[in-house]
């Protein structure tokens, strides 16, 4: 795992504890949640093979397929799920585009590519083929202070905006600046910030970030990802410390470029439950209206993900 992500997410091999052995019905597809951001991987390392610089002793927890997932979202009403690509796999999609066709219809996928690698809008095209609606990209200062120059990320950024796949960013708060320099230049391009841009990783909102963030609402194209709730501010249940940024952020978006999402397993990990996470959106922010709700939990990252 990165040094980036290490020092994001608290991981560990209990991550799936108290998983429920049956499943609930699943819900109709048009009425049930969208969790949109999700990350399986399995233990069968020999069919799917570990990127270089991973261990299968450093996947933690050991597993987390499909299965295992909707033990745990199933009862909380989530009946289609965003995949994001999962870096122990980096650029080799396989297990998600795999678990994507088994699961015809409850899958969106976001994969990894090289942007230095040759034919990048035709490997978007090709993926897109598969189900794929956005890509991630990793989001540092350090990182996005080259996209300017890299004719690799600037053709992803295009292809992006032609074709209506979504550029998103795991970004770090200290990133936001140049992802506004990006979205100046490709405004069509949709863009969606992962995890509030990390803001409150450090335990505090700090609002200099978030106006930041709070900014990126004058491109019509961008969105923002309320999740990994267990990783900012408190980093505690019931996670409301985090409802005035929320609020700002509805404030300045709309509901309608919002969406939540859990970012499992890291959210079933340390005595934090898949249920704690979605109940700080349907039942905790009392500023939040049904309509709001309905944004959130479904209709943006419907529109975003799971329409061609």
């Not at 295992?68 to 650029?91: D, H, N, T, W």
């Not at 015809?104 to 230095?116: K, L, R």
């Not at 409150?200 to 930041?212: C, F, H, I, P, R």
């Not at 970012?263 to 500023?287: K, V």
Request: overall charge positive; proline content about 5%; glycine content about 6%.
């Amino acid at each position: 795992m990165n040094t980036t992500r290490r020092k994001f997410l608290v991981t560990t091999s209990t991550a799936t504890a108290g998983l429920v052995t049956g499943c609930a019905t699943l819900p109709p597809k048009s009425s049930g949640w969208i969790d949109a951001h999700v990350h399986v991987w399995t233990p069968d390392t020999t069919k799917y093979p570990l990127a270089a610089g991973y261990t299968k002793a450093g996947m933690k927890p050991p597993s987390y397929t499909p299965e295992e997932l909707f033990a745990q979202c199933r009862p909380q009403g989530v009946s289609r799920i965003v995949l994001i690509q999962m870096s122990y796999y980096k650029y080799d999609n396989s297990y998600m585009l795999d678990m994507m066709r088994q699961h015809q219809g409850t899958f969106a996928g976001v994969a990894i590519i090289d942007e230095n690698a040759p034919e990048v809008s035709g490997r978007m095209k090709a993926l897109a083929v598969q189900g794929v609606r956005g890509f991630r990209l990793y989001s540092s200062n350090k990182t996005t202070a080259n996209w300017k120059s890299s004719a690799g990320m600037k053709a992803m950024w295009k292809h992006g905006a032609d074709s209506r796949l979504a550029m998103c960013c795991l970004a770090d708060p200290d990133a936001l600046p140049n992802i506004n320099t990006m979205c100046r230049e490709f405004p069509e391009t949709p863009v969606v910030i992962d995890h509030f841009a990390r803001i409150g990783v450090s335990g505090t909102v700090e609002q200099a970030y978030l106006d930041q963030l709070l900014a990126l609402a004058k491109f019509k194209n961008t969105y923002v990802k309320t999740s990994a709730f267990y990783a900012l501010g408190k980093k505690q249940a019931p996670y409301t410390d985090l409802g005035p940024m929320i609020r700002q952020l509805r404030d300045a978006f709309g509901a309608e470029r919002l969406m939540w999402a859990t970012d499992c397993p890291f959210q079933s990990a340390e005595g934090h439950t898949y249920g704690a996470s979605i109940e700080l959106i349907r039942d905790r922010l009392d500023f939040l209206s049904e309509t709001d709700k309905q944004w959130m939990l479904r209709k943006t990252a419907e529109k975003v993900f799971f329409q061609a």
